[in-house]
């Protein structure tokens, strides 16, 4: 199986958003820093946005934007103390899933 269109197009755009420093939802936050500098910050926000994204039958993205507030709520909350997230985050959206195997199964 593979991902559909519809969650690879919301990755890409959610991915640029956050490479570029021009995340909507981030402004004034500097969290471009963190990239190199703290890679575990950005790990859990792409686990939040990976865990809290949902799909209809067809793979079409239903939550998108509601994914992408999730998951820089987290770094918003990282880099400003005095930030609360609310709803308050739950075990399930902070999994960190394993990883794949070190080789591709053919």
């Given at each position: 199986m593979k991902l559909s269109n519809s969650f690879s197009g919301a990755l890409?755009?959610?991915?640029?958003?956050?490479?570029s420093g021009?995340?909507?939802?981030?402004?004034?936050i500097d969290y471009?820093?963190?990239?190199?500098?703290?890679?575990?910050?950005?790990e859990q926000v792409f686990a939040i946005?990976?865990?809290?994204?949902e799909l209809d039958d067809t793979g079409k993205v239903l939550n998108a934007k509601y994914a992408e507030k999730r998951a820089t709520d987290?770094?918003?909350?990282y880099c400003d103390h005095s930030f609360v997230v609310e709803p308050?985050?739950?075990?399930?959206?902070?999994?960190?899933h394993e990883p794949?195997?070190?080789?591709?199964?053919?």
């Open positions: 890409r755009t959610f991915t640029y958003f956050m490479a021009s995340q909507y939802t981030l402004e004034g471009l820093t963190l990239y190199g500098n703290e890679p575990g910050a950005i946005y990976a865990n809290v994204i987290y770094l918003r909350a308050p985050f739950e075990d399930w959206e902070l999994a960190l794949p195997p070190l080789k591709d199964q053919n």
